[in-house]
């Protein structure tokens, strides 16, 4: 992008999320506390709506095709500490405060994030993070 | 997803990303130092075997659509320190060291995560993230 429409995007103070072809926006949320990064969803329009107007986060599943209000059945609820957008409005930064046990991850690790990739004899193989 | 599929995807140690599509899979870097989210952009398969093989981050260009060494013109070499898939496998966060001005933003700022979003009147509007 470049010109007009980009300085204003990157540089202005309008809110004009770039949803993609299929209607939605990625987000990062990460532990407003320790920054540790926990979970990447998806937002369609009505979940990011929803999320600004409660204060708690709210997803579009991609994989059950619906509206999920993350910790609403386990109770892992992520209120909204910081909402932010990057520099061409395509996706989102949320800290948040989460409820329940602490966690994020439907497998009940705290964080999404549980495995490193390393390269393995031309490939690549995954092994635990440590503590999670 | 549910059964042996699942199971093996989100607790085996076979590296199997899951691209969408559109051939893309999305990756939040992050100081490894400080830990801050710096960016999140897309990997074709292209990218990840690049990153993979070199330790420097690639990316695809959605805008530009073509593959892209981050900092090949800015000197903001991204050098990987950890790379982490999710649960599902659809998903990538990558632990990295900035090169040149250690920044990661074409806006020349850190972060691409500079502006907050703030609910007013209804909408919500930007307001710039202090120190960045």
């Known amino acids: 992008m470049a010109g007009r429409g980009a300085r204003d995007l990157e ?19 990460v532990d407003a506390k320790s920054g540790e990064v926990l979970m990447l969803a998806h937002m369609n329009a009505e979940a990011l709506d929803k999320t600004l107007a409660t204060g708690v986060m709210h997803y579009w599943s991609r994989s059950r095709q619906k509206l999920w209000r993350k910790g ?16 061409d409005q395509d996706a989102l930064l949320a800290r948040v405060s989460v409820g329940g046990d602490g966690g994020a991850c439907h497998t009940g690790r705290r964080s999404c994030f549980y495995r490193r990739i390393e390269s393995a004899d031309g490939g690549a193989r995954l092994t635990p993070v440590e503590g999670m």
């Open 11 to 29: 540089e202005g103070f309008a809110f004009a999320p770039r949803f993609s072809a299929d209607g939605l926006i990625v987000c990062v949320a």
């Open 72 to 87: 609403g059945t386990s109770g892992q609820i992520q209120t909204v500490v910081e909402l932010r957008v990057d520099c």
